[in-house]
């Protein structure tokens, strides 16, 4: 089974295909659940998580019908188990595109800084390449979501910064420039950014350009 996160919440079997997840409470349990990629998670904090500082007068019997609800939905690609600790996902961190995408852009950061900059970019090409969307777009109402959001976001941001600095040094100006502009639009304080454009200006012979981004 794998779970998508970066997006619209998705799960999908690898023989069936996509999972029906019918419900916003039901996508914010199993993505709750997902982030911690096999570890439990205890009643308590999945309540605070899913229900924040207005949950039902039965808390706890909302959550085991909540369970049980995933549980049939998942039937066939996996369950939701119970045991010391709390509920858990049988999922790995490669099932997770959330993690897998954190791993890729640390990985290419690391190829990066190594001097290995063709690795670089493809790593975090490769990283960017799983986002669908805003992350946890379709659950940001759950009190768990928005700082989690939050936290991808920003790595998504350093991770395309990332690949623009390793395309630059491979030659790629043109391919990036428009990106980088784009990007000093929305974060016109970002020094980094203005860094990158003006490299990328200056590679593109656009030296007065350059000039002017770094004035």
């Known amino acids: 089974m794998h779970i998508a996160l970066l997006g619209p919440v998705e799960a999908r079997d690898d023989a069936e295909g996509p999972i029906s997840m019918s419900g916003a409470r039901l996508r914010m349990l199993l993505a709750r659940l997902a982030l911690e990629a096999g570890r439990p998670v205890s009643a308590d904090s999945l309540i605070d998580g899913l229900w924040g500082e207005e949950p039902p007068a039965d ?3 909302a959550l085991q019908a909540l369970v049980s609800r995933l549980r049939r939905a998942l039937r066939g690609s996996g369950t939701v ?71 991808l976001e920003d790595l998504r941001t ?3 910064e990332d690949h623009c600095d390793a395309s630059l ?47």
Do not use: C, N
Not at 208 to 215: P, R
């Open 59 to 61: 808390a706890l019997s």
């Open 81 to 151: 188990e119970f045991g010391a600790g709390g509920y858990r996902l049988p999922v790995t961190k490669q099932d997770v595109d959330a993690h897998r995408f954190e791993e890729l852009a640390a990985e290419g950061r690391r190829a990066l800084a190594a001097g290995r900059t063709e690795e670089a970019a493809d790593l975090l090409a490769g990283a960017l390449a799983l986002w669908r969307g805003a992350a946890l777009a379709d659950i940001l109402d759950a009190a768990f979501a928005g700082p989690v959001a939050t936290r």
């Open 158 to 160: 350093a991770a395309a």
């Open 169 to 215: 040094r491979l030659g790629r100006h043109a391919e990036v420039l428009a990106d980088l502009t784009a990007a000093a639009a929305e974060r016109p304080l970002s020094e980094r950014l203005a860094e990158l454009r003006m490299r990328a200006l200056a590679a593109s012979g656009r030296q007065s350009e350059a000039l002017a981004v770094f004035e």
